[in-house]
């Protein structure tokens, strides 16, 4: 954790009884991403979707710098207030590269690992995405903004179906601050976990969209072949959102993982591939 930082109080959602299911979203995201897959997960599972610091409801520290540190010494200090010594930890986008971070350092407080639209690293293309919207909101204001997130993050079928979301996105941008997500951004650009993601060793799931614009579908193959016995869902046209698109598939999957640790768990035996 950086110098003179310390953790902050998460706001989140908590639903449900058993064991704990932890939902992390993405940069400029909120818990509220994961609304179409809490209610079902909560009817098996103890579910908890944080805003991490900076976004939705959660403060946002003076002189943060949106560090993996500070937001990983956010997230295990949310679960030590909860009781929680372990968990599943669910990561969508940059909150699967905070997933992965807590996999790789705390693997103690780790029951599995599900990436969705992850990566073991930040590409030039990825970064290149970022920086794209960075500038367009900075030059063009929240409206052009907000039409580039629309064609970057969703599959275009899907947004012809739920033209809601159009208008929704811009009166979220007009109300909110982008500052710390463009913050999580930049130390986002240094995240790179390849030489270190085949020690994890928990079970693993990796749910990754092949018509993602933000993240490569590639990544997940390398995941996938580097993370023993890792589990690999892809879903063909789906964009970069997976728990708003594909709400269903994303619960099963979660819960396919989540049943099978817990059995191994409670046998003492090792977890299948």
Avoid: C
Avoid at 135 to 145: C, H, I, N, S, V
Wanted: net charge negative; hydrophobic share 45%.
């Amino acid at each position: 954790m950086a110098e003179g930082a310390a953790p902050i109080e998460l706001w989140a959602r908590e639903e449900g009884r058993g064991p704990p299911v932890v939902l992390l979203h993405g940069a400029a995201g909120s818990h509220t991403v994961w609304n179409g897959v809490v209610g079902r997960l909560a009817k098996k599972y103890r579910v908890l979707a944080p805003d991490l610091r900076g976004h939705g409801k959660s403060p946002a520290p003076a002189g943060s710098t949106y560090s993996f540190e500070e937001m990983m010494a956010d997230v295990l200090h949310f679960a030590d207030g909860r009781s929680i010594d372990s968990a599943h930890w669910v990561g969508l986008s940059g909150g699967a590269l905070l997933a992965l971070r807590i996999a790789l350092d705390a693997p103690e407080r780790t029951r599995s690992l599900t990436m969705i639209s992850g990566a073991a690293y930040v590409d030039a293309h990825t970064r290149s995405i970022a920086e794209r919207w960075s500038d367009l909101y900075a030059k063009e204001g929240g409206d052009a903004f907000a039409l580039r997130l629309l064609k970057d993050l969703y599959y275009p079928d899907w947004v012809e179906a739920h033209l809601e979301v159009a208008d929704e996105l811009r009166r979220e941008v007009k109300r909110r601050d982008f500052g710390p997500a463009v913050a999580w951004g930049r130390a986002m650009a240094k995240f790179d976990e390849k030489n270190r993601i085949a020690s994890v060793r928990a079970p693993t799931l990796i749910v990754q969209a092949m018509d993602d614009q933000v993240v490569d579908a590639s990544h997940g193959r390398i995941l996938r072949q580097s993370i023993l016995h890792a589990q690999m869902r892809i879903l063909a046209n789906t964009g970069h959102l997976v728990p708003v698109e594909r709400p269903a598939e994303t619960i099963e999957a979660i819960e396919a993982l989540v049943d099978g640790a817990e059995a191994a768990r409670a046998s003492g035996a090792p977890p299948a591939p």
